[in-house]
């Protein structure tokens, strides 16, 4: 078990385990809070600010958001699994959503889901081993006219076929070499 982060914020973490230890950015977790005038209310917009960082809520920073919002843990955890947006657990640099609504659905999103699952290794919910890409699949994205489709972190790639997205995921890997 390991904690990471500075002093400040040492007491109020919990101990996390090795392979979901992060350096937290205590002063830009901080600045997030005070954007928000420490506002409870504010906590959705909070937890989106938090996971647009890190792609998920680290666990070290749940007991630092309670004690400075003044809220408790369960409030936490009910507003973060209640949005598809945010997660618990930690994702892949990149967020690929299929959207299995019924227009990409009747225009072939199963096999574009299939495709992605065998290239990526992983199923639906789960993170390559190199933590770059978490395989999502949602229920509408709203481009029906353009489906099947398909959205990478927040760039939407429509009218996909099987080598289609193929391309589209390689395109990504090749972005970092």
Known sequence: MAVTGDAKHEADARPVPMEQTIDIDWQTVD???????????????ILQDISDIYNYIPPQV???????????????????TFY?????????????SVCTGTACHVRGA????????????????????DARFTLESVRC???????PVITVNQETHGGL???????TIDAYRETEG
Do not use: F
Request: include cysteine.
């Open 84 to 96: 598809k947006t945010i997660s618990l657990k930690p994702r892949g640099k990149y967020i690929v």
């Open 141 to 147: 994205i709203g481009c029906c006219a353009s489906g």
């Open 161 to 167: 076929d099987r080598a289609g997205v193929i391309e």
């Open 110 to 129: 199963e096999k574009i889901l299939d495709a992605l699952q065998d290239d990526l290794e992983v199923d639906v919910g789960q993170t390559t081993p």
């Open 31 to 45: 600045g997030i809070i005070d954007k928000y005038r420490q506002n409870c209310e504010a906590l959705l917009m």
């Open 62 to 80: 749940v007991p630092v958001l309670t004690q400075r919002l003044g809220i408790k843990e369960s409030l936490l955890y009910s507003v973060a």
